[in-house]
């Protein structure tokens, strides 16, 4: 076990705790006002996401080794980069159990606990880091899902950013999150001889998990971003009025509020 692993993640912790509360002392856009918290929230996620989103995908482009040898080939600073995103997970359960009840926020405290639970073994043993570390080339798709969500929360839905990000949620979706998915299921197949069989259990739950969510978040968007909203022929005899616009675009802001945010 490295010690300073342990060091890491609670600095991690300390440091996305006081990030949130220092957004506390900065205005809120007024378009979100009615939702403070979770503005903030998701911005804290936003950082977490960029952060180590784009350090897994650095970290694996200048050290290859880590996805040719994911037990035991890494530098030392990827298991800094995997405890920091542990701390990260610890300051975000704490804060959705804070703010919202345990009915709300269940699947992702739940998500948070398998992802919890995966990426603690790379800290607690030094080995499968570099599994780890491509795992977290996900966070770059729950950028672009965070960025997403800031922009409904803002009322910018429908616009061209909206749509921008819509479209590189879901290409953000296949290559960062289906595929590491499908390499780390493959690998796990292959590989389980040579991997203890409750690490087994337990890789092949957080796969299965994040998976399905993963699968059912891009069908949604996809329905909800690009199905549904392409022009239609207007029903003869009736006149969308401000009122039923404004049903709709509330529809829209009201399925997004659902836990399976999945804020990884």
């Known amino acids: 076990m490295e ?28 378009s979100a006002a009615q939702d403070r918290w979770k503005w903030r929230n998701i911005c804290v996620s936003l950082v977490h996401s960029l952060l180590t989103g784009v350090g897994a995908l650095l970290g694996l ?29 610890l300051a975000d359960g704490l804060d959705m159990l804070w703010n919202e009840t345990l009915g709300q926020a269940w699947e992702l405290i739940c998500h948070h606990l398998v992802v919890v639970s995966c990426l603690s073994t790379a800290i607690l043993s030094s080995h499968y880091v570099g599994l780890s570390v491509v795992s977290l080339l996900l966070e770059l798709n729950s950028a672009c899902l965070h960025l997403r969500k800031l922009l409904l929360l803002s009322h910018q839905a429908p616009s061209l950013a909206f749509s921008v990000a819509s479209w590189a949620t879901l290409a953000t979706l ?26 087994v259990i337990l890789g092949g739950t957080g796969l299965v998990t994040v998976g399905a969510i993963s699968i059912a978040l891009g069908i949604r968007i996809l329905v909800s971003d690009v199905l549904r909203s392409r022009p239609h022929s207007p029903i003869p005899g009736h006149k969308e009025t401000r009122g039923t ?14 836990t399976l945010s999945l804020q990884d």
Request: net charge neutral.
């Open 61 to 89: 482009l200048l050290y290859p080794q880590m996805a040719a040898d994911p037990i035991h080939g890494h530098p030392p600073w990827a298991l800094v980069l995997v405890a920091v995103s542990v701390g990260y997970f």
């Open 245 to 258: 616009r404004g049903c709709c675009d509330g529809e829209l802001v009201t399925r997004e509020d659902s």
């Open 174 to 199: 296949a290559l960062f999150r289906l595929v590491p998915l499908g390499w780390m299921s493959i690998w796990l197949i292959r590989q389980q001889h040579q991997v203890p069989p409750p690490l």
């Open 3 to 30: 010690p300073w692993g342990l060091l890491v993640t609670s600095v991690s912790f300390a440091a996305f705790r006081g990030l949130h509360w220092a957004l506390q002392l900065l205005p809120t856009p007024g």
